[in-house]
């Protein structure tokens, strides 16, 4: 009889993530855990059972637009997959959204929604990008203030019932580029107390969003980010036609995210609202950026998640060389590092989603203000580089049948790979990192946090490890110090392995705190395993540095510009999260 190889399965995915189960047990009152659980398990059996097989038979369909019916008219409208239409109504239903804003669990709120997203996500094909782009707009309007677009939005944000709730777009990228969005374009002409905008919108996910956000420069405000202005605007009637002055020019062709509809947009006149004002566009979008990078982080964890799983199954049923690949040594080993690098990133991601419920919840200490500014970045450009990475050994430990695209696994390279992409690339946010941590000097409050985890480590091989990242997060104070206000190019330089080295650092402090109390509690060695593998994967990215040849390197550049008290030379284009 001829072979036939079985595919990779999924059980419930709630109850079989213990790296998710472990994390909740220790973060949350008994009575929080006990009140969620049933929706963690009912979303864990959503993912593993119905969402993954229509995900699998949902597999060629992409977004379609029809720009003319029948009879010539223009009508720009996009058509979603089967999935994507599901997806919809299940966040709705479930409280992605609707849960943070709620605040049933009050700073924990925040745990809550997210581990309900990192279990969604992975059966979804990216529809965390609307949900971090809805989350972000209905932050941002509250931020603001501005009562009449809360009342009129916000409300259907957090809405629970999918034929009333909205999700909305972020408009940010033009011709001129993504990150420097200080070269921003469009123009916005007052009409009454409103705006008219014009200009094109280069690439707008999720363009069949009830709304967006979008940036604009007001008539005779000057060039940069301060002369720009951050504006509210519709994109569909009640009908779900497309509002005057909004064009379709056609879809992106991408790499991957391909269930996203990213569309090229003209405006010609789209009737606006500001936001906050006539000014200071690009620092007003920093609450936005604070919980779409989040979702960044968050959704990076998960998607490394859902690679681990297939492949371990896979493992089970594949057998080569005279057994199972799961009796295999080697195998098992790169399966491990996987195993490591995903646990670090996902305590570091749900750091950040706690710091953010502590804030919105008005909880959090004064110090920890600083250290949200410096982990939300961190977070997200650590844990997007890792999901490549993960992504591209988990494709590798299928052999052929992961290059092969009916099997469903090359897309978790291909969305993967947006990640590093979205929300400020790794350099653009590794300047975010070393300009917070030298004017706010958020590395101190990152070096008090880690030696507070470190406390809480009291078994002698883990404290090993607690002391790697304490010595790592110091050669990094040291280096920045060493380097402020005397080289900014060095600066700029390194900013990358600065910002790498505080980000897997914190990963390695964080995973040993949890070791700890996973022997304690739940007498489990696994996460200690995890802990010292991440170890010597490599955490300190400085500890070879040269300063002295790199300065002189510089020099040698003509680079070498004091910083004049501001770092201009290290001038990120995107605000730091939190700023503002």
């Known amino acids: 009889m001829a072979f036939f190889q079985d595919p990779p399965a999924l059980d419930n995915q709630y109850r079989s993530d213990r790296v998710l189960r472990s994390y ?33 038979a949902d597999r060629l369909n992409e977004p379609v637009l029809t720009q003319w019916d029948a ?29 943070a ?105 999720a363009t069949t969003a009830n709304m967006a956000i979008t940036l604009a420069r007001p008539q005779g405000n000057p060039p940069g980010g301060r002369g720009l202005a951050l504006f509210y605007l519709e994109t569909h009637d009640e009908a779900g036609a497309l509002s005057p002055g909004i064009a379709i020019n056609r879809l992106k062709d991408k790499l991957g995210t391909r269930k996203v509809p990213t569309a090229e947009l003209t405006l010609d006149g789209a009737l606006a609202s500001a936001v906050a004002g006539t000014t200071e566009g690009v620092r007003n979008i920093a609450p936005m950026l604070n919980v779409t990078r989040t979702w960044n982080a968050v959704a990076a964890a998960a998607s490394m998640r859902r690679g681990l799983a297939l492949a371990r199954d896979y493992a089970r049923r594949r057998v080569a060389f005279g057994g199972p690949l799961c009796e295999r040594p080697l195998h098992l080993e790169t399966l491990a590092d996987v ?10 991601a749900f750091r950040a989603v706690e710091l953010l419920g502590l804030e919105e919840a008005g909880e959090l200490a004064p110090r920890d203000a600083a250290l949200l500014r410096l982990i939300t970045p961190l977070a997200k450009l650590a844990t997007a580089r890792q999901a490549v990475a993960a992504a591209s050994e988990i494709l590798e430990s299928f052999g052929g049948a992961g290059y092969i695209e009916d099997t469903g696994l090359p897309r978790l ?60 997060i110091e050669d990094a104070r040291s280096w920045v110090g060493r380097n402020d206000a005397r080289a900014p ?31 304690d509690h739940e007498r489990d060695n696994r996460a200690a395993a995890a802990a010292f593998r991440f170890a010597r994967h490599g955490v300190d990215l400085l500890v070879d540095d040269d300063g002295n040849a790199r300065r002189a390197e510089a020099e040698a550049l003509g680079n070498d510009t004091p910083l004049a008290g501001q770092m201009s030379g290290l001038r990120s284009p995107l605000p730091s999260a939190g700023e503002g």
Request: hydrophobic fraction near 45%; include cysteine.
């Open 24 to 56: 909740l047990a220790r973060t949350l009152p008994d009575d929080v855990r006990r009140a969620i659980e049933p929706a963690l398990d009912e979303m864990g059996e959503l993912a593993a059972g119905p969402l993954y097989q229509l995900q699998l």
């Open 71 to 99: 009879w010539g008219k223009r009508v720009d409208r996009i058509e979603v997959s089967p999935l994507w239409r599901r997806a919809a109504r299940l966040a709705a239903e479930r409280g992605l959204i609707a849960v």
């Open 101 to 205: 804003y709620e605040r049933a669990h009050g700073a924990l709120a925040r745990v809550h929604q997210m581990a309900l997203a990192y279990l969604f996500d992975p059966s979804t094909d990216v529809y965390s990008c609307p949900l971090a782009m809805t989350d972000g707009a209905a932050k941002t309007l509250l931020a603001h203030g501005n009562r009449a677009l809360i009342e009129r939005a916000v409300p259907r944000l957090t809405s629970r019932d999918p034929d009333r709730a909205w999700t909305s777009g972020q408009w940010m990228t033009e011709r001129t580029g993504g990150s420097d969005v200080g070269l921003t374009e469009a123009v916005a002409r007052a009409d009454g107390d409103r705006f008219r905008l014009s200009g094109t919108k280069w690439f707008t996910s």
């Open 339 to 348: 195993q490591s690098e995903h646990e670090a990133a996902f305590h570091l």
């Open 413 to 472: 390279l291909r969305d993967a790979q947006v990640l590093p992409i979205w929300e400020g690339t790794t350099n653009v946010l590794a300047l975010d990192v070393v300009k917070t941590a030298v004017r706010d000097g958020a590395v101190d409050a990152l070096h008090e946090h880690a030696t507070a985890l470190a406390a809480a480590v009291t078994d002698a091989d883990l404290t090993a490890a607690a002391r790697t990242a304490l010595g790592a």
């Open 489 to 519: 190019a060095v600066l700029e330089a390194g900013a990358r392995r600065f910002a790498l080295t505080l980000a897997r650092a914190l990963s390695l402090a964080l995973l040993a705190r949890q070791a700890q109390w996973s022997r």
